[in-house]
């Protein structure tokens, strides 16, 4: 197969960070249908001045990646639950959302008006895919809107955390809470995004990779982080992640739950009471943007639960990320079906 004109772009080193590509796409939803979409090389947004996104939030997102195969071809992963989870996220914000149809072709049409950006195969980085829905109808009282966008835009990527597959250090910050129980932490909703920053931003002025939240609640439960699942491993070969009303559904960690009895763990999950950090002899941020990150250390109340002290990534989450990654990238056998070739 024959590869296209490559952007000239040092694709080994990229960060986790936009950068203009040759554009987007755009469809709208107006007067009960949506329609046809258009892609457009404009970064900007004409948009109402009061449309229920800027004011209410009206604004939920997903984020998958595209993958270049070391044949040629382009992949993606699990793109229907992408889908599936933007119809819910919409639903909990009372928006309307693209059939899983229209999610998959206009994410189809913006990574192949975008191949020059898709990363060679083995170069670590990848072809991030961001698709948002927004209201763009005008409100003045708070209400649903009565027009939607639903735009897919692309840029390629390097790893989230800082070095890749290399240990990060987590910070408990209690005095913030991600979402509640009967909240919004279920969608992928912008404005949790937001909540977020101030533990992020606290967590990464005193050193730390990212914050871990607990349960809204109780503050006994672990929750997840700003941006990924967590999970732990036990001496005894189990993966377990938190069950949780608050916690977004990870499609990382789901495809994770699938392979790790292949790999010989039992999975668990359910409620992770605080107390259980230290038990674990590894522990592992998960998400698309993340992929896994090896935790090397959580510090909860002024103390640290350490679980890596050569700043490798341990045998664990290894076995884990290759297992994973081998399938998105298509290397290794793709025996549940989860990748899915982009005709470019
Ligand atoms: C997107 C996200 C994740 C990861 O989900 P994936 O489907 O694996 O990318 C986890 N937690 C939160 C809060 C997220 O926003």
């Known amino acids: 197969m024959a590869v296209p004109p490559r952007a000239d772009?040092?694709?080994?080193?990229?960060?986790?960070?936009?950068?203009?590509?040759?554009?987007?796409v755009?469809?709208?939803?107006?007067?009960?249908?949506?329609?046809?979409?258009?892609?457009?090389?404009?970064?900007?947004?004409?948009?109402?001045?009061?449309?229920?996104?800027?004011?209410?939030?009206?604004?939920?997102?997903?984020g998958l990646k595209v993958y270049r195969a070391k044949d040629g071809r382009v992949l993606c992963f699990?793109?229907?639950?992408?889908?599936?989870?933007?119809?819910?996220?919409?639903?909990?914000?009372?928006?309307?959302?693209?059939?899983?149809?229209?999610?998959?072709?206009?994410?189809?049409?913006?990574?192949?008006?975008?191949q020059r950006y898709i990363p060679p195969y083995g170069c670590g980085a990848s072809l991030y895919v961001r698709p948002l829905l927004i209201g763009?109808?005008?409100?003045?009282?708070?209400?649903?809107?009565?027009?939607?966008?639903?735009?897919?835009?692309?840029?390629?990527?390097?790893?989230?955390?800082?070095?890749?597959?290399?240990?990060?250090?987590?910070?408990?910050?209690?005095?913030?809470?991600?979402?509640?129980?009967?909240?919004?932490?279920?969608?992928?909703?912008?404005?949790?995004?937001?909540?977020?920053?101030?533990?992020?931003?606290?967590?990464?002025?005193?050193?730390?990779?990212?914050?871990?939240?607990?349960?809204?609640?109780?503050?006994?439960?672990?929750?997840?982080?700003?941006?990924?699942?967590?999970?732990?491993?036990t001496k005894d070969q189990r993966y377990v992640t938190p069950k949780s009303p608050s916690v977004l559904r990870s499609i990382t960690n789901l495809s994770l739950r699938t392979l790790a009895p292949d790999l010989g763990y039992q999975v668990e999950q359910r409620s992770v009471p605080i107390e259980e950090l230290d038990d674990f002899v590894e522990a592992g941020a998960c998400g698309t943007a993340a992929v896994i990150t090896p935790i090397e250390s959580i510090t909860l109340r002024g103390r640290d639960i350490v679980y890596l002290t050569d700043g490798k990534p341990g045998p664990h989450c290894t076995a884990l990320y290759q297992g994973l990654t081998s399938i998105q990238v298509g290397d290794g056998e793709d025996k549940y079906g989860w990748t899915e070739e982009i005709e470019v």
Not at 9 to 24: E, H, M, Q, V
Not at 47 to 54: G, K, Q, R, S, Y
Not at 147 to 171: A, D, S
Request: with cysteine; net charge negative; proline share 5%.
């Open 9 to 24: 772009i040092d694709f080994a080193n990229l960060a986790f960070a936009y950068r203009p590509t040759d554009g987007n």
């Open 26 to 62: 755009r469809y709208t939803w107006r007067d009960g249908c949506w329609d046809e979409g258009v892609e457009t090389e404009s970064e900007t947004l004409p948009l109402h001045i009061a449309a229920t996104c800027l004011h209410y939030g009206q604004a939920v997102f997903e």
């Open 78 to 114: 699990r793109i229907d639950e992408n889908a599936k989870r933007m119809s819910h996220s919409a639903e909990t914000l009372m928006m309307e959302s693209p059939p899983v149809a229209l999610f998959r072709d206009a994410v189809f049409r913006a990574a192949r008006a975008n």
């Open 136 to 233: 763009t109808g005008a409100r003045i009282g708070v209400r649903p809107a009565d027009e939607y966008m639903l735009l897919v835009l692309v840029t390629p990527v390097g790893p989230y955390f800082k070095h890749g597959f290399t240990p990060t250090k987590l910070i408990v910050e209690e005095e913030f809470d991600r979402a509640a129980p009967l909240g919004v932490g279920t969608a992928k909703a912008a404005g949790n995004y937001a909540a977020g920053m101030r533990a992020t931003m606290r967590a990464r002025e005193a050193g730390y990779g990212e914050a871990l939240y607990l349960d809204a609640k109780e503050h006994k439960f672990v929750d997840e982080l700003g941006a990924a699942n967590f999970f732990g491993i």
